[in-house]
């Protein structure tokens, strides 16, 4: 890829993501101030009186025009500034860029283990297509699909941590307090999460592989007597992880927007319980700073996605 088609392609997405940006923007704060409840109500409690309510409101700034409140709040979007946590006093930048470090620790990893295993499952699967193993692939992949994390990580608990005790089952370390004392923490949850997601990604790249392996390129290159395994990984491989590239790419946006089931069930402070927390106790700059961001996570992935594809497959470009 030329370095001049590259930056114009990413300048013209960049542009495009501006309008993307402002309607994600109106959409979550109609639909946060949509929620019933009034975070002042629940800030004072059951037995405030109107006139305390009527002075939280105005400390808020919850008295004035919705549209007034909205510029108000993008102006300070624009600059940097998502405001202040209605509950703690905390900078939800600060706050959501904590709690977004310790989902993305745990999602990364098992996006990584479920691409690794998903591309290896699929082309072996393609390559025995119709065989007993190509039956076990497939029925393993469709019984990750139908089990619910929630499920799945609490029998991890009961088996791993409550009747073998080889693994804490609640409470959170840092990795930055030492690999050894944060890294137990995170073995469930990521063993969770790619089991999950495993199967989908699976079945995707077994599809793609199939697909590929009846073109006559690939026919072309068992006649030249290429071993089946060079055949895989020179020829399969690379084209049929296209598709599979894509669906990692919204999988991975879709949980760093916060895996709340995972986190709850392990007692993460992730990025979905924060959402959910804030939900549940009406912080509206809270939401509104953490849905943005979510949105703004997957225009970037999605971009990084668009870049890689050309090169897998030379047939795509990005001129245009």
């Known amino acids: ?174 990795l930055s307090d030492g690999l050894a004392a944060g890294l137990p923490y995170l ?11 495993t199967g989908v990604l699976i079945r995707m790249m077994r599809a793609s592989a199939i697909e590929v392996l009846s073109l006559d390129y690939v026919t072309h290159a068992r006649a030249k007597g290429l071993s089946e395994r060079s055949v895989l990984l020179r020829h399969v491989l690379p084209n049929a992880f296209a598709p599979t590239m894509t669906l990692v790419g919204l999988t991975l946006g879709h949980l760093l927007g916060g895996a709340a089931v995972v986190e709850t069930v392990f007692t993460l402070p992730g990025l979905g319980r924060l959402i959910v927390d804030s939900v549940l106790s009406r912080d509206y700059p809270v939401v509104q700073g953490c849905l943005l961001f979510t949105a703004l996570v997957y225009v970037v992935l999605n971009l990084a996605t668009d870049l890689l594809y050309p090169l897998l497959d030379p047939r795509v470009t990005l001129d245009g």
């Open 187 to 197: 073995v469930l949850p990521v063993a969770t999460l790619a089991m999950v997601e």
């Open 1 to 174: 890829m030329r370095p001049a088609v590259v930056a114009r392609y990413v300048g013209k997405r960049l542009l495009l993501t501006i309008p993307t940006l402002l309607i994600v923007a109106l959409l979550v704060f109609a639909l946060v101030r949509a929620i019933p409840g009034d975070p002042a109500q629940v800030m004072l409690g059951d037995a405030a009186d109107p006139g305390a309510i009527a002075a939280m409101h105005r400390e808020m700034g919850l008295d004035r025009p919705l549209w007034v409140q909205f510029a108000q709040w993008l102006s300070h979007v624009v600059r940097g500034d998502l405001g202040t946590s209605i509950i703690t006093g905390e900078p939800v930048r600060a706050l959501m860029l904590d709690r977004f470090l310790v989902t993305a620790s745990i999602v990364v990893t098992a996006i990584a283990l479920a691409t690794l295993t998903a591309i290896a499952a699929g082309l072996v699967a393609a390559a025995n297509r119709g065989k007993a193993l190509d039956r076990a692939i497939v029925s393993a992949a469709t019984l990750s699909m139908a089990i619910p994390s929630f499920w799945l990580g609490l029998m991890l608990i009961l088996v791993f941590g409550v009747k073998l005790g080889w693994l804490p089952v609640v409470g959170y370390v840092p």
